[in-house]
């Protein structure tokens, strides 16, 4: 039935989609990278966090047996430096994100997303939602997350309990370095499932948009319609029909060159016009028959594969001939005369 949505969206209604703010939803895109990223921007800062954090501790702890001023004032430094550090880390964060996020969205800004929809407060449209192919999706993905963190937590631990059970009798040095292991393996694990997932959700997100977006394919005639009524093309077709109304017809040809697979129709008179003016071409099955036509009307019609290729590959209708046909021309005139 023409009223099925089986057609894949058109260009054109893409564009519209765009324009109107709809987009594919990459958010767990966004997110996988936005973790990455805060995961190395956190590695690569960790030995000043570390010290920051190591001199805030050991300053409290000196303070103790000293007054709440003495403490604050010993105190403050130490804070302002690891929040020094930590505002940097978020604002690097929040920059990396919306710059992600933007190239997800080809840097798309629409002033129609901003609008107030108030079918949102509807119940029943809620309930839609939570049942959409989207909402099954996301959450497959949370799934997975779990499902695979969970497994990977499991097989770590179980992998390591006899690492542990040693490492408890060689004091705090070894539980350290094993329990440091232990994090970036899992950490490790963790965010390459995140750029698996991430990866497969812009692929999925795509694909779901492209299904949203299907077109009849009464909607596929009637757009195609409209943009055939395009005045750009319009104007151009016209164009090319005005030149090709005013080409001489091919009675008036002086000249016939064809090969197997080309044929090209020229007009040219030695020392009276600038060079071979094109005024037809065939290529393929039609060769035959207009070589056929040309001959009835009496035209010098010659068998030249090279010259015809050559000739037809350089040719456009109701243009002359570059200069370099003046070869071929030479063998043509000297295998046949002109049309009288």
């Known amino acids: 039935m023409s009223s099925d949505k089986t057609e894949k969206p058109t260009s054109q209604k893409l564009r519209q989609q765009r324009r109107d703010g709809q987009i ?3 958010k767990n895109t966004a997110e996988a990278g936005s973790i990455i990223f805060a995961t190395g921007i956190l590695f690569l800062m960790l030995p000043a966090l570390s010290v920051t954090a190591l001199s805030m501790a050991t300053v409290a702890w000196d303070s103790i047996n000293g007054t709440w001023l ?10 302002s430096k690891l929040a020094l550090l930590f505002l940097m880390s978020v604002a690097l964060m929040a920059i990396f994100s919306l710059l992600l996020e933007l190239l997800l969205n080809k840097f798309n800004f629409s002033a129609r997303k901003l609008t107030p929809k108030f079918e949102k407060f509807n119940p029943f449209n809620n309930v839609k939602q939570l049942f959409s192919l989207d909402s099954l999706v996301s959450l497959l993905i949370k799934i997975v ?3 695979f963190s969970l497994i990977n937590l499991y097989f770590s631990i179980y992998n390591n309990t006899r690492d542990v059970i040693s490492a408890s009798t060689c004091g705090m040095r070894c539980l350290v370095g094993l329990y440091v292991n232990f994090l970036k393996i899992n950490i490790g694990v963790f965010l390459l499932l995140c750029l698996c997932i991430g990866a497969a959700d812009y692929i999925i997100q795509k694909r779901l948009f492209l299904r949203r977006n299907k077109m009849t394919k009464d909607e596929v005639k009637r757009e195609y319609k409209t943009h055939e009524g395009d005045p750009h093309i319009k104007s151009a077709r016209k164009s090319i029909a005005i030149t090709d109304a005013m080409l001489p017809g091919p009675q008036q040809a ?6 197997e697979q080309c044929l090209v129709a020229v007009i040219y008179h030695v020392g009276k016009t600038m060079g071979p003016f094109v005024i037809g071409t065939a290529k393929g099955p039609s060769v035959v028959r207009m070589c056929a036509l040309y001959k009835e009307l009496g035209i010098p019609t010659i068998f030249l594969p090279s010259v015809a290729l050559d000739f037809f590959r350089m040719a456009e209708l109701g243009n002359f001939l570059p200069p370099r046909s003046a070869h071929g021309m030479k063998k043509i005139l000297q295998m046949a005369p002109s049309k009288a």
Not at 254 to 259: A, E, L, M
């Open 24 to 26: 594919p939803s990459h």
């Open 70 to 79: 003495e403490a604050l004032r010993k105190i403050v430094p130490a804070i």
């Open 254 to 259: 002086t000249h016939v060159i064809y090969g």
């Open 145 to 147: 997350y779990f499902c």
